[in-house]
């Protein structure tokens, strides 16, 4: 069974930094790739970038560009989701989620992500 969790959310000030973890149990790397989203109060859920079992690094969204990334540790069950330069609207609940529907090798678009955890609030603010 394919299941994800998050965890790493906290409040952090403007400028700070901050790191998610998503650990994938039932799959690894090597079969799925793995993707970050995140989804502000009012808006709806927007991917930021995934992360492919030969560590190709896919961004889904522009403005996190230089400011985040992504890697994995080597058993490619825990994938990191780096954040530096925190601004407050960055402030989301980010998920993390896979597509069974794709390769290990390949990012798939947004839309064909069918496994999703609960979610990690990360909150920037003064």
């Known amino acids: 069974q394919v299941q994800l969790a998050e965890s790493g959310g906290a409040l952090v000030q403007p400028g700070g930094s901050l790191r998610l973890s998503c650990a994938a149990d039932g799959f690894t790397l090597d079969y799925y790739p793995i993707g970050w989203f995140r989804q502000a109060p009012g808006k709806e859920r927007e991917g930021v970038l995934c992360i492919t079992n030969n560590g190709g690094i896919t961004y889904y969204l522009d403005t996190v560009q230089g400011r985040f990334t992504i890697s994995a540790d080597n058993a490619g069950t825990t994938v990191y989701l780096q954040m530096n330069s925190l601004r407050p609207e960055d402030t989301a609940v980010y998920y993390c989620?896979?597509?069974?529907?794709?390769?290990?090798?390949?990012?798939?678009?947004?839309?064909?992500?069918?496994?999703w955890g609960r979610g990690t609030q990360v909150t920037v603010s003064s």
């Open positions: 989620a896979t597509s069974g529907q794709a390769n290990g090798s390949i990012c798939p678009p947004p839309s064909a992500y069918d496994y």
